[in-house]
């Protein structure tokens, strides 16, 4: 059993409800969105004659060899992201079975049904709203999952009100929102928190940074 894998590596979470913990970083490849602003575009836009979206970085990788990967690392906190960690749910089940005592969040857009819900702490979902260029989709992880919160891409004011309707049409609580700045470069996120902050204070929303933007710009592996 083997996982397409984009890459995997050691560094703090930078976004959603565990910002600033250390983690390790399984990020798996493939996405069935196209986000016009998507920052990891490497996961799934580089397609070869051999898989769909294997490349030079976009590999399959043995169970055994991901567990070892994952292992050299003395911290057991893992986060699994993508592209969509969820389109390969099912080769997953084998890795997080030999998992036992580690903390896992996945990061998701919210558009597959979970079957490995039992094994996670904690899931970041992120539905993609018109911004992002994708049609419209249903949310498959509701928010009655004690472990889902609901993290939001701003890149203007307009987009609040669709995220406002978003919410409220799919009776996602206030407390489980996170509103988070689009971009890639220190500059723009800087300059977009300061008035996503304005609208959490004002409605009871959580913000969260993109704590490896501002400190690394659009660098990989980091
Ligand atoms: S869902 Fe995530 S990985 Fe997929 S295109 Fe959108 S931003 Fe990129």
């Given at each position: 059993m083997s996982l397409?894998?984009?890459?995997?590596?050691?560094?703090?979470?930078g976004e959603g409800p565990n910002v600033g913990k250390p983690a390790v970083f399984l990020r798996l490849a493939g996405c069935n969105l196209r986000c016009?602003?998507?920052?990891?575009?490497?996961?799934w836009?580089?397609?070869?004659?051999?898989?769909?979206?294997?490349?030079?970085?976009?590999?399959?990788?043995?169970?055994?060899?991901?567990?070892?990967?994952?292992r050299k690392y003395k911290c057991k906190h893992l986060v699994i992201t993508g592209g969509e960690p969820t389109l390969q749910q099912d080769a997953l089940i084998p890795l997080l079975e030999?998992?036992?005592?580690?903390?896992i969040e996945i990061e998701t857009n919210g558009s597959v049904k979970l079957k490995i819900n039992k094994y996670l702490e904690q899931i970041n979902c992120s539905p993609?709203?018109?911004?992002?260029?994708?049609?419209?989709?249903?949310?498959?992880?509701?928010?009655?999952n004690r472990k889902a919160v609901y993290k939001?891409?701003?890149?203007?004011?307009?987009?609040?009100?669709?995220?406002e309707k978003y919410i409220k049409s799919n009776k996602?609580?206030?407390?489980?929102?996170?509103?988070?700045?689009?971009g890639v470069n220190k500059k723009v996120v800087q300059e977009r928190s300061k008035w996503i902050i304005e609208i959490c204070k004002k409605n009871g929303y959580n913000f969260s940074p993109r704590l490896h933007?501002?400190?690394?710009?659009?660098?990989?592996?980091?």
């Open positions: 397409l894998v984009s890459e995997i590596f050691y560094s703090i979470q016009k602003w998507c920052d990891s575009k490497f996961t836009n580089n397609q070869s004659s051999n898989s769909k979206f294997q490349t030079k970085s976009n590999v399959q990788v043995s169970i055994s060899k991901i567990l070892q990967q994952i030999r998992l036992n005592g580690y903390y993609k709203l018109k911004s992002s260029g994708n049609p419209p989709y249903s949310l498959m992880i509701k928010p009655t939001f891409v701003v890149a203007k004011k307009s987009d609040l009100k669709e995220i996602i609580p206030t407390d489980k929102v996170w509103l988070m700045p689009e933007v501002m400190l690394w710009g659009n660098k990989r592996s980091v």
